[in-house]
């Protein structure tokens, strides 16, 4: 374990305990086996709703970057569109096809790509709300989620 992952912050909304692996399929013979109630009774959900939710602030903070860093390139994507027809049609300037496609699907792209970056870049801490651009909280965020994902393909492997 090395010293960054010991002095990584959980989160508010982060699980303080570390998740079960899911059973695996069971046969259809044990399925259509009648299963003791009592076991079932007794088991308590593993957490409660509040420990899964994201909390609003941050989850307002989040949907303010997506629209911010999705919505800008998006809405250029479809002036760029509106502004190749004009000039078609009123000034005779004609653009080559490739060209509008090209730009058109790189400011889509750009979206897509936006949407990622607004919810790594937000700041997952509710009482820092972070820079503007939010490398850092990205940096942190993206580091977290790489964490996460090593540590889950070496308990399935």
Known sequence: MSAEESERRVLPFEPNKKRQKPPK???????TQPQESGKQADRKPRYTKEEMTIPQVVSQRMIRRVAGFCGVPTTLG??????????????????????????????FCLGVLGITYGVLSASWDEERVGSLL?????????????AVWRETRQKNS
Do not use: C, H
């Open 25 to 31: 399929t069971q046969s259809k013979l044990a399925a």
């Open 78 to 107: 479809v002036s760029s569109l509106i502004v190749s027809y004009l000039l078609a049609i009123y000034s005779d300037i004609q653009l080559p096809p490739i060209v509008v496609l090209l730009v058109n699907m790189g400011l």
């Open 134 to 146: 939010g490398l850092g909280e990205f940096s942190t965020n993206w580091g977290r989620m790489v």
